[in-house]
């Protein structure tokens, strides 16, 4: 598995992506798909980003 820590202006959040070790990651920046679930270890639950695709981002018009 890989662990990220995702980072989106100020804010940044861990995330997993079960198998991710699979697949080369491509060029950054990327677009993550990725879902919301409840964590539970240790008897606690916290709430988790799980990844479910990774992808280079395209750039925008703005960029370019």
Same mark, same amino acid.
């Given at each position: 598995? &890989?662990?990220?820590?995702?980072?989106?202006?100020?804010?940044?959040? /861990? $995330?997993?992506?079960?198998? =991710?070790? +699979?697949?080369? &990651?491509?060029?950054?920046?990327?677009?993550?798909?990725?879902?919301? /679930? $409840?964590?539970?270890?240790? =008897?606690? +639950?916290?709430?988790?980003?799980?990844?479910?695709?990774?992808?280079?981002?395209?750039? /925008? $018009?703005?960029?370019?």
């Amino acid at each position: 598995h &890989l662990i990220f820590r995702l980072r989106q202006g100020n804010r940044h959040r /861990r $995330a997993v992506f079960f198998n =991710g070790v +699979t697949n080369p &990651l491509p060029p950054t920046p990327w677009d993550i798909a990725f879902r919301i /679930r $409840a964590d539970e270890y240790d =008897g606690e +639950t916290l709430v988790a980003m799980q990844i479910e695709a990774v992808r280079q981002a395209e750039r /925008r $018009a703005c960029e370019q």
